[in-house]
């Protein structure tokens, strides 16, 4: 029988700590308001660079200051099919126009629209974008204008021409359900219907299940009863192909035949809106059906892709199993619809894991790991953090998500204001900007903002009359022909899991709030912890078994290491999380970073005047102690050291540099050693990373004994720091050894005598200030586990044997590893693995290219 290790990875994450008197600050009236006026100016900044610079366009490009065309502008790819030449960003800002009082803009701007927008192009657009933004925004429009235009002056001249608009743009959306299944395409051209697009088989599930609110509105509002019903035989048939035994959702569907293409299953990208619709399908049209749907979803969100505050998709027919071990921006949304559905308490908390990555990062990336790192660094200003903010902050009145809205409008300023409106962010990291504007910035993201610090009493339309689609556009809650239409719903949850799931009603009272958020920070964002003196075998798979009961999940990372979280309320019971809790304290026994036996303890290298840290490796000489090497670092050939070393004269006896990616660590450090080098210094391939904003790690090895040589993993910046330092003086030596140690002696050093101060320090802080930080680290050190698995023999390790037990250990070999011995695993197993390979997009690619 396999015997299967775990080998102890180390990440130390860099924490913000929140203090108590922070989070429990109050909010003045006086500073709400002037939020308010500043998202006001903020949309009108946005909005009037877009009118002056861009309209009629569909978006300003905020960098080069003009507009966005499609078929003039250089093609972006499929993102640029949310653009139809159809003044895109005027439609989807309309009734934010209407939230800020702005009639006779709002008048003027749809004046514009009725003169100038067609949708008579020979364009190609996507269907679910062109329903939600501009049916979407112009329904909403038309609601409004209709409501208002008794009380509104300037609004009087108004006679249903944006309903009229609507309604040729749905004539122009239906071809797209012309499919066997009912499942609508996922393009279509605006003037030839899916002429020419019949090849075209796939379409995402929200893609497919975010029609009903806007076609069934289109449908009451015109009389026209087509658009509704096939919007319904769309859900019906997403109904018919939910996994029966999970209930859980794929991402991609094939509209011809209804298969599932992608079966990773989260509540973020590609799936997102379609429960958002299933829920609010209920509340605007009064369908029972549609809540029992979405009950029997939402309990198995809760049941598989929920840990305690964490969302990690899994496979939907394989729901034990997670498809990924990162998150996307998009499930920002989830607090806020668990607000409407009156389940508080887990959106607090998921909000709260929302913030700590919005305090790491400034912003939320598009994809963050579970230990929130950045996975995928852009950010396009979405709002889904806001909505959910803006809807807890109704359901508590707790000032803190006043607070959460100051923190987003603040960073939102300082680094994506640009003269011509506001500039996405290319990489949360380096906050370098993108030439690109969404419509959805005027149309969500202002407005939630600016209704966060807004009373609701103050906005022109009640807003517990409507339902705010998935794009914030209003439609009224009198569409409904019959049955119930409030927010505050019951729902129905499996006994089992009724304490768990357990619907929280709205509760005013912040303190609550609060106390929910208190655990989830520390549990988030302050335990230290350090590895277990000894490799755990783990030959019984029951264990991952027992630790989920005491709340203990395993999450699988793409290298094929585990990563363990230890969240309270997934306990079985609180006995359970008593033993979980022990677990972990015995896991992290060891508290600080200075305590070394068999555990790994971080780096410094001193270059020059400064002393980085770096990452040790989990193979070959450890570094702790105060044991000093001290070498003069030379590059390898290859650079990469993924083959054996060429320029093994120049090396011997030197410190070899390499850099990241192509193969494991080990086996460069293998290379290396052959070479003749003393020590390994390891480089980044992650462009602008630092130790300052990343986590340090330790490098994992393969299980085998043979690496004798000490080495260190070096982020980018202070590689190119060591870079250049060489670059000045060939000969330059550094010294390496234990980062705790080194910086002792450095601050013994500054007091007895005077410490220079640090020159050549424009990329790193200089060293005192390096220690500051260090110390503020140090204080505020989260130690996370990631267990590296290693066989003892890999010849051992299968994928072959279908016994539930062994397919448990399976969650532990890679997949490609599956792929090839996979003769014998269950088809649902092979079909899955390819799929998840095969649908792989840049984004969900390891990065960095080592395992
Ligand atoms: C918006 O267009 C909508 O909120 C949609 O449901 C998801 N994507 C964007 C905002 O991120």
Same mark, same amino acid.
């Given at each position: 029988?396999?015997?299967?290790?775990?080998?102890?990875?180390?990440?130390?994450?860099?924490?913000?700590?929140?203090?108590?008197?922070?989070?429990?600050?109050?909010?003045?009236?006086?500073?709400?308001?002037?939020?308010?006026?500043?998202?006001?100016?903020?949309?009108?900044? %946005?909005?009037?660079?877009?009118?002056?610079?861009?309209?009629?366009?569909?978006? /300003?490009?905020?960098?080069?200051?003009?507009?966005?065309?499609?078929?003039?502008?250089?093609?972006?790819?499929?993102?640029?099919?949310?653009?139809?030449?159809?003044?895109?960003?005027?439609?989807?800002?309309?009734?934010?126009?209407?939230?800020?009082?702005?009639?006779?803009?709002?008048?003027?701007?749809?004046?514009?629209?009725?003169?100038?927008?067609?949708?008579?192009?020979?364009?190609?657009?996507?269907?679910?974008?062109?329903?939600?933004?501009? /049916?979407?925004?112009?329904?909403?429009?038309?609601?409004?204008?209709?409501? /208002?235009?008794?009380?509104?002056?300037?609004?009087?001249?108004?006679?249903?021409? /944006?309903?009229?608009?609507?309604?040729?743009?749905?004539?122009?959306?239906?071809?797209?359900?012309?499919?066997?299944?009912?499942?609508?395409?996922?393009?279509?051209?605006?003037?030839?219907?899916?002429?020419?697009?019949?090849?075209?088989?796939?379409?995402?599930?929200?893609?497919?299940?975010?029609?009903?609110?806007?076609?069934?509105?289109?449908?009451?509002?015109?009389?026209?009863?087509?658009?509704?019903?096939?919007?319904?035989?769309?859900?019906?048939?997403?109904?018919?192909?939910?996994?029966? %035994?999970?209930?859980?959702?794929?991402?991609?569907?094939?509209?011809?035949?209804?298969?599932?293409?992608?079966?990773?299953?989260?509540?973020?990208?590609?799936?997102?809106?379609?429960?958002?619709?299933?829920?609010?399908?209920?509340?605007?049209?009064?369908?029972?059906?549609?809540?029992?749907?979405?009950?029997?979803?939402?309990?198995?969100?809760?049941?598989?892709?929920?840990?305690?505050?964490?969302?990690?998709?899994?496979?939907?027919?394989?729901?034990?199993?997670?498809?990924?071990?990162?998150?996307?921006?998009?499930?920002?949304?989830?607090?806020?619809?668990?607000?409407?559905?009156?389940?508080?308490?887990?959106?607090?908390?998921?909000?709260?894991?929302?913030?700590?990555?919005?305090?790491?990062?400034?912003?939320?990336?598009?994809?963050?790991?579970?230990?929130?790192?950045?996975?995928?660094?852009?950010?396009?200003?979405?709002?889904?953090?806001?909505?959910?903010?803006?809807?807890?902050?109704?359901?508590?009145?707790?000032?803190?998500?006043?607070?959460?809205?100051?923190?987003?409008?603040?960073?939102?300023?300082?680094?994506?204001?640009?003269?011509?409106?506001? %500039?996405?962010?290319?990489?949360?990291?380096?906050?370098?900007?993108?030439?690109?504007?969404?419509?959805?910035?005027?149309?969500?993201?202002?407005?939630?903002?600016?209704?966060?610090?807004?009373?609701?009493?103050?906005?022109?339309?009640?807003?517990?009359?409507?339902?705010?689609?998935?794009?914030?556009?209003?439609?009224?809650?009198?569409?409904?022909?019959?049955?119930?239409?409030?927010?505050?719903?019951?729902?129905?949850?499996?006994?089992?899991?009724?304490?768990?799931?357990?619907?929280?009603?709205?509760?005013?009272?912040?303190?609550?709030?609060?106390?929910?958020?208190?655990?989830?920070?520390?549990?988030?964002?302050?335990?230290?912890?350090?590895?277990?003196?000894?490799?755990?075998?783990?030959?019984?798979?029951?264990?991952?078994?027992?630790?989920?009961?005491?709340?203990?999940?395993?999450?699988?990372?793409?290298?094929?290491?585990?990563?363990?979280?230890?969240?309270?309320?997934?306990?079985?019971?609180?006995?359970?999380?008593?033993?979980?809790?022990?677990?972990?304290?015995?896991?992290?026994?060891?508290?600080?970073?200075?305590?070394?036996?068999?555990?790994?303890?971080?780096?410094?290298?001193?270059?020059?005047?400064?002393?980085?840290?770096?990452?040790?490796?989990?193979?070959?000489?450890?570094?702790?102690?105060?044991?000093?090497?001290?070498?003069?670092?030379?590059?390898?050939?290859?650079?990469?050291?993924?083959?054996?070393?060429?320029?093994?004269?120049?090396?011997?006896?030197?410190?070899?540099?390499?850099?990241?990616?192509?193969?494991?660590? %080990?086996?460069?450090?293998?290379?290396?050693?052959?070479?003749?080098?003393?020590?390994?210094?390891?480089?980044?391939?992650?462009?602008?990373?630092?130790?300052?904003?990343?986590?340090?790690?330790?490098?994992?090895?393969?299980?085998?004994?043979?690496?004798?040589?000490?080495?260190?993993?070096?982020?980018?910046?202070?590689?190119?720091?060591?870079?250049?330092?060489?670059?000045?003086?060939?000969?330059?030596?550094?010294?390496?050894?234990?980062?705790?140690?080194?910086?002792?002696?450095?601050?013994?050093?500054?007091?007895?005598?005077?410490?220079?101060?640090?020159?050549?320090?424009?990329?790193?802080?200089?060293?005192?200030?390096?220690?500051?930080?260090?110390?503020?680290?140090?204080?505020?050190?989260?130690?996370?586990?990631?267990?590296?698995?290693?066989?003892?023999?890999?010849?051992?390790?299968?994928?072959?044997?279908?016994?539930?037990?062994?397919?448990?250990?399976?969650?532990?070999?890679?997949?490609?590893?599956?792929?090839?011995?996979?003769?014998?695993?269950?088809?649902?197993?092979?079909?899955?693995?390819?799929?998840?390979?095969?649908?792989?997009?840049?984004?969900?690619?390891?990065?960095?290219?080592?395992?």
């Amino acid at each position: 029988m396999s015997i299967y290790y775990f080998l102890v990875v180390l990440v130390f994450t860099i924490e913000y700590v929140t203090t108590e008197e922070e989070t429990l600050l109050g909010m003045t009236r006086a500073e709400r308001l002037s939020l308010r006026e500043e998202s006001r100016n903020m949309f009108y900044h %946005a909005y009037d660079a877009y009118m002056d610079n861009a309209y009629p366009a569909d978006e /300003l490009m905020p960098l080069s200051c003009k507009g966005r065309w499609r078929g003039v502008t250089p093609s972006r790819g499929d993102m640029d099919d949310v653009l139809g030449n159809f003044s895109l960003t005027l439609v989807d800002s309309l009734d934010t126009l209407v939230v800020m009082g702005d009639f006779s803009e709002f008048s003027r701007a749809v004046k514009l629209i009725i003169n100038d927008v067609t949708f008579d192009h020979d364009i190609i657009v996507s269907v679910f974008e062109t329903n939600i933004r501009v /049916l979407g925004g112009l329904l909403s429009a038309h609601v409004l204008a209709t409501t /208002l235009k008794y009380e509104v002056p300037v609004l009087q001249w108004y006679n249903g021409e /944006l309903l009229a608009m609507a309604e040729d743009l749905g004539r122009r959306l239906l071809p797209a359900f012309n499919t066997s299944t009912g499942i609508p395409h996922g393009r279509i051209n605006l003037r030839h219907g899916i002429k020419g697009l019949s090849e075209s088989r796939e379409t995402c599930t929200a893609c497919a299940g975010t029609m009903i609110l806007e076609m069934a509105a289109l449908s009451r509002l015109t009389g026209q009863p087509l658009f509704e019903q096939k919007a319904h035989r769309a859900m019906d048939r997403l109904w018919k192909i939910r996994h029966r %035994a999970s209930d859980l959702m794929g991402t991609v569907i094939n509209i011809h035949n209804g298969d599932w293409v992608r079966k990773d299953s989260g509540v973020g990208a590609g799936i997102d809106s379609y429960y958002e619709y299933c829920l609010k399908a209920y509340i605007l049209l009064g369908d029972e059906k549609y809540l029992a749907r979405f009950n029997r979803h939402y309990n198995a969100v809760m049941k598989y892709i929920s840990r305690g505050p964490i969302m990690l998709a899994v496979h939907m027919h394989r729901p034990h199993l997670q498809s990924r071990n990162f998150m996307d921006a998009l499930l920002a949304f989830w607090p806020g619809l668990q607000v409407l559905l009156g389940d508080v308490r887990p959106a607090v908390e998921t909000h709260e894991m929302l913030y700590q990555v919005m305090q790491r990062h400034t912003f939320i990336p598009e994809a963050f790991t579970s230990d929130f790192q950045v996975h995928w660094g852009q950010h396009p200003l979405r709002p889904e953090f806001l909505e959910s903010t803006y809807f807890l902050h109704r359901a508590t009145g707790d000032d803190h998500y006043l607070q959460v809205g100051k923190m987003v409008l603040k960073a939102l300023q300082q680094h994506t204001r640009v003269p011509c409106g506001y %500039a996405a962010v290319n990489d949360v990291r380096t906050r370098v900007q993108e030439d690109r504007m969404d419509s959805f910035v005027l149309a969500e993201t202002f407005k939630y903002l600016y209704m966060l610090f807004g009373d609701d009493k103050d906005l022109p339309v009640k807003l517990e009359d409507y339902v705010l689609t998935t794009e914030a556009h209003f439609l009224p809650l009198s569409l409904a022909t019959n049955g119930r239409n409030s927010t505050h719903l019951n729902i129905k949850i499996d006994d089992d899991d009724e304490d768990k799931y357990r619907k929280t009603c709205p509760n005013t009272a912040s303190l609550v709030a609060e106390k929910l958020r208190q655990p989830m920070r520390q549990m988030l964002g302050s335990t230290a912890a350090r590895p277990p003196a000894r490799l755990r075998p783990l030959n019984d798979p029951r264990q991952i078994h027992a630790l989920s009961d005491m709340g203990i999940s395993v999450l699988t990372l793409p290298d094929g290491r585990v990563q363990l979280l230890y969240t309270t309320n997934t306990a079985r019971s609180a006995r359970d999380a008593a033993e979980g809790l022990t677990f972990m304290r015995e896991m992290s026994k060891w508290n600080t970073l200075g305590d070394t036996e068999n555990g790994v303890v971080a780096a410094g290298v001193k270059i020059n005047d400064k002393i980085f840290p770096a990452g040790p490796g989990h193979f070959g000489k450890d570094i702790s102690g105060t044991d000093r090497y001290v070498g003069t670092p030379v590059f390898v050939t290859p650079i990469d050291a993924c083959t054996a070393v060429e320029n093994k004269e120049e090396i011997e006896g030197k410190f070899a540099i390499a850099t990241r990616g192509q193969c494991t660590f %080990a086996q460069k450090v293998r290379f290396i050693q052959e070479a003749g080098a003393t020590f390994a210094l390891i480089l980044d391939n992650v462009k602008d990373s630092s130790y300052e904003t990343t986590a340090l790690f330790a490098m994992s090895g393969d299980g085998k004994d043979d690496i004798d040589i000490p080495a260190v993993f070096l982020y980018s910046l202070e590689g190119l720091y060591l870079t250049e330092a060489l670059r000045d003086d060939p000969e330059l030596t550094v010294v390496i050894g234990e980062l705790r140690s080194m910086k002792q002696e450095f601050e013994n050093f500054c007091d007895n005598e005077s410490c220079e101060p640090i020159t050549n320090a424009n990329i790193l802080p200089g060293d005192k200030e390096s220690f500051d930080h260090l110390r503020k680290v140090l204080s505020q050190l989260v130690a996370q586990f990631e267990l590296s698995l290693s066989n003892e023999d890999p010849s051992l390790k299968t994928c072959s044997d279908n016994t539930q037990d062994v397919y448990v250990a399976k969650e532990f070999v890679s997949e490609d590893t599956c792929e090839q011995n996979v003769s014998t695993v269950s088809n649902d197993v092979k079909e899955d693995t390819k799929s998840s390979g095969k649908h792989t997009n840049d984004a969900e690619k390891n990065k960095s290219g080592d395992f």
